[in-house]
Every structure is written in structure tokens, then in C-alpha cells.
């Protein structure tokens, strides 16, 4: 159930979720204390215009209220100090009705000076509204006073009316519109930085998680060729009890390992420092991918499989290295994914270019196969779409009917090669 919940405290609001909506609360009304400088401002303020009173040091003469009537403004001036910060508008209006009522009395220079401090605190505390509008206003209000009396009065001694004004309204207005200026600033520039540092964390994040991702495709691709053969081969030697199988599958088993040590060994390579002295593999071309049939024929003679290569390329122009780099990998994928659960039959790798885009496709036999199987986990496939989005190419696996009629899983990727590609 819903309820409504009221402000009772300034500052930003606390949030709930409530079904499925969000909701202000906030916190218990605590009282406003009034800063410590404020009231240091405000004492001394007040005793030194009971100073002067006692001295009898005040800024006129003859008034309307001589005496000790000059104590009520003071009094009041010193008490609005304490809300300089807490209610600086407020503060400042009722300081204005207070400095009108001190001239009607002696005067006192304490209640003159607290009164510009209220004006300069209204600009630096209040609103953007009120730091705005305040210098306009005693600006405006000076050069009305000096026009005014100059005009009214008639001697050059009445331009002074006009200086005091500006030096107790506009002047403390302009000062404090500087400072809060600069503070705002320097808050700004703060948030700004705050704003770079988290967009430099994101951005050390994507990085992270997109290397970690790359590596990850690497691995996968560079040492699960061999363990599925390791896999498939070991299995055969548990399964079946013949001598010449068991020693022919340990063979197959000791070439994957020491192949796949190997290329565990370049990953490593890859990890290392640049400042290390192991130098850096070179990244595996289509040029290979003979090898790699010839690999996955000897891997998958047991089952039933052969391997062929149809190269329709034109090898005289040369193919981009992040697009020879994915082909390789789908090829080497798919060729590990023939080998764990392709029934038997003929495998087929087709490499066509066209002057737009490089074209993978590996066929292989859709079915149950007898035989040892090697567990799959599906993140081939996974990282094949991965290398090809990335490439903004195009990725599609699945079981499709043959010219024959025979049900196969096709597995096809589009690379991007033309010039466009190459220069984005």
C-alpha cells in the first residue's frame, strides 16, 4: 500500500521503490544550526557596537530617536547574522528595514558594516535568482541616489550620498558575485573531473572485458581442437581392446599434446609484457588452413571422416588481418566441431572472395555417429559470431539440407573486406 510522504527537511531528497514506482522520503526535521563563523560575525558585531554606543562614537547627529533607540537595529542586524547562510534572502530584507530605521537614530559604523556582510552573504548563499538580481538592483539604486540628491540638493557634496550607497550595497554585491562565481567554478570544473574519472573507469572496464573476451576466444580456439581429438582418441583406447587401435589412438593423443602444448605456449606469448625478451607469434593466415585439414584428417580417421578443401580465391590480393585472422578461427572451430559430433561422411571448407566480402562456409555430416563423442559446451559457436560481429560481417550455423538431400550443419561467416571496411 501507498502512502504519501512530506518534506521535512531541505536538501536533496532520499528515494524508495515501492511497487514498482519511486517515492521521496526523508528524514526526521533536524534544527538549522547556524555556523560557527556566523556567530563569531554576530558577537563581535554586537560588541563592538555596544563599544561605540558606550563611547559615544556614532555617524550623526541630531536625530529622531537619539539615545539608545540606536541599539534596536544594531540588536537586530547581529541577531539576522546568525542566518546568513541558513536564510540569506530573508535575512537581507529585514537587514534593509533595520539600516533604514539606524538612520533615524545616532547611527552606529557596526550596524553599517554587518548590514554589507548580509548583503554579501544574500549573494554568495542565496539562489542563482537572488545572486543575479541583487547587483542589478543597488547598482540601479546607487546611480538613482547619486542622481537624486545631486539633483535635488545641488552641490558637489551630495555625490558622497551616492559613494556611501555604492559602497554599502553595490560594492559588497559585486564582491560576493565574484566569489561565487569562482566557486561555481571550481565545483564545476570538480564535477567535471569526477565525470572524465568515471568515463576513464568505464572505459578501463569495456577494455578489460573485451580483452578478457578476446582471449578467451583465443584459447578456445587455439587448444580445443586439440583436446577434442585428445578426447575422442583416449575414449577409443578405453572402449575398445585392441592392441593396434590402443597405440595408433596414443600417437593421435601424444601429437595433440605436444601441438597443443605448443600453442599454449604462443598464448602465453601473447600475455606477456611487452618488455619481455619472448617475442611476440605471428598471428595464423588461410595460408595454414591446409594444415589444419590435414590435422583434422588424421584426427578424425577413426571416425569415419574425411576433409576437403575448396579455395576459390584470388590469393594475389591480399585480405585484411583482423578479417584472415576470424577466417582461420571459424575454420579451426568448425573443424573441432566436425570432429566431436559430425556423423561419417565428407567435410567440405569452401573459401570464396568477392571484391566486397571474404565467405567461410564448412559443411560437414548432420546425424548420429557411432563412436566415442567429446562434450561440447557451445561457447564455439559463441565465439565465431563474436569475431564476425565485431568485423560487421554476417554469422549463421545450423542444419540445412544438402544438393544430395542429406541433412548437414552448415556453418557460414561473411567477412567485409572491401576498402570501406578497411579504412573505418
Known amino acids: 500500500m501507498e502512502r504519501a510522504l512530506t ?4 536538501g536533496p531528497a532520499r528515494r524508495g521503490v515501492f511497487d514498482g514506482r519511486v517515492i521521496a522520503f526523508f528524514r526526521p526535521l533536524r534544527p538549522v544550526r547556524p555556523h560557527r563563523d556566523d556567530i563569531a560575525i554576530a558577537v563581535l558585531g554586537l560588541l563592538g557596537g555596544l563599544a561605540l554606543w558606550a563611547l559615544g562614537l556614532h555617524t550623526q547627529g541630531g536625530t529622531l530617536f537619539p539615545g539608545p533607540w540606536v541599539l534596536v537595529p544594531l540588536v537586530v542586524v547581529a541577531g539576522l547574522e546568525l542566518l546568513r547562510r541558513s536564510m540569506p534572502s530573508p535575512a537581507l530584507l529585514v537587514g534593509t528595514v533595520a ?43 546607487t546611480i538613482a541616489m ?26 559588497p554585491a559585486i564582491t560576493g558575485s565574484a566569489v561565487r562565481g569562482h566557486r561555481d567554478a571550481a565545483e564545476t570544473a570538480r564535477l567535471r573531473a569526477e565525470q572524465t574519472a568515471l568515463l576513464a573507469e568505464t572505459d578501463r572496464v569495456q577494455a578489460v572485458t573485451a580483452e578478457r573476451a578476446r582471449m578467451a576466444r583465443e584459447l578456445h580456439d587455439m587448444v580445443a581442437n586439440h583436446l577434442s581429438a585428445i578426447a575422442i582418441h583416449a575414449t577409443a583406447a578405453l572402449s575398445l581392446d585392441d592392441e593396434r587401435t590402443t597405440r595408433d589412438a596414443l600417437g593421435v593423443i601424444r601429437t595433440n599434446s605436444v601441438e597443443g602444448l605448443a600453442e599454449m605456449r604462443r598464448l602465453i606469448g601473447l600475455l606477456r609484457d611487452p618488455g619481455d625478451e619472448a617475442e611476440p607469434s605471428a598471428a595464423p593466415t588461410l595460408a595454414a588452413v591446409d594444415s589444419l585439414l590435414e590435422q583434422a584428417g588424421t584426427n578424425g580417421a577413426s571416425s569415419g571422416l574425411s576433409f576437403t578443401l575448396d579455395d576459390r580465391r584470388d590469393t594475389t590480393a591480399p585480405l585484411p588481418a583482423p578479417v584472415e585472422l576470424a577466417a582461420y578461427r571459424i575454420v579451426q572451430e568448425s573443424l573441432t566441431n566436425a570432429l566431436k559430433h559430425a556423423a561419417p561422411g565428407a567435410v567440405t571448407v569452401a573459401l570464396t572472395r568477392s571484391r566486397r566480402a571474404l565467405t567461410v562456409r564448412v559443411d560437414s555430416p548432420f546425424g548420429d555417429r ?42 557460414r561467416a561473411e567477412l567485409p573486406v572491401d576498402e570501406a571496411w578497411e579504412t573505418a
Open 7 to 10: 518534506p521535512t527537511e531541505e
Open 99 to 141: 539600516l533604514v530605521a539606524d538612520l533615524f537614530t545616532t547611527g552606529s559604523v557596526a550596524t553599517v558594516l554587518m548590514f554589507t556582510d548580509l548583503m554579501y552573504a544574500a549573494v554568495v548563499y542565496g539562489t542563482p535568482a537572488a545572486a543575479r538580481r541583487i547587483p542589478w538592483t543597488t547598482g540601479l539604486i
Open 146 to 171: 547619486t542622481i537624486g540628491f545631486f539633483g535635488w540638493l545641488q552641490k558637489p557634496e551630495s555625490l558622497l550620498i551616492g559613494v556611501a550607497t555604492g559602497v554599502v550595497g553595490f560594492l
Open 370 to 411: 557411432p563412436g566415442p563423442r567429446a562434450p561440447g559446451s557451445g561457447s564455439g559457436t559463441v565465439g565465431m559470431r563474436e569475431r564476425v560481429e565485431l568485423l560487421h560481417g554476417a554469422f549463421e550455423a545450423g542444419a540445412v539440407t544438402g544438393d544430395d538431400g542429406r541433412k548437414i550443419w552448415r556453418v
